[in-house]
Each structure stands twice: as structure tokens, then as C-alpha cells.
């Protein structure tokens, strides 16, 4: 059965996720790099963008799914480009 203490790194590491900022150096590049993928591949601007936005958000989940308890936060850097990309999904 699931007990309290095994819930205890997960809720720290989630604790480490929601205080963790955002680094604003690399959410910067996003737009810049969005232009010239979409020119460079000569693909429409959006599909750059829900591509972009996947593969942050499974690199991130790749990150969780290799964490095991005791090591460092499972928190990466792929999940800052998901939130930049979030706004231009809509």
C-alpha cells in the first residue's frame, strides 16, 4: 500500500518545482529561434511552435521519469521553454 513517507521526496521535488523561477536568459532565445526554424525549414510559424511545445514538455517527463528519489529535483530547463511557447498555442 502507498504510505505517508513514501509520498515525502515527491511532494518535496514538487514543493522545488513551484518555488523553482523561471530562467529568463533561455525564454529570451524562444521567439528568435522560432523565426528561424520556420524560415530555415520553411514551415508555418505555428507548427514550429506546437512542436516546440511538445517536445519541452516530453523532454521535461523524460527528466521526471529518470528521477529517483534522493537524487537532485527532477526540475529541467525544458519546462521553461513549454511555459514561453504556452501563450503562442492559442
Partial sequence: MFDQDDAEPILRAERDCAARRR????????PG???QLAAELA????RVVAWGFVKAVLSDAWSVEDWVPGASSPVS???DV?????????
Fill in 23 to 30: 530562467d529568463p536568459a533561455l525564454t529570451a532565445l524562444v
Fill in 77 to 79: 530547463r525544458a519546462l
Fill in 33 to 35: 529561434r522560432i523565426e
Fill in 82 to 90: 513549454a511555459h514561453a511557447l504556452w501563450p503562442e498555442l492559442a
Fill in 43 to 46: 514551415m508555418p510559424r505555428e
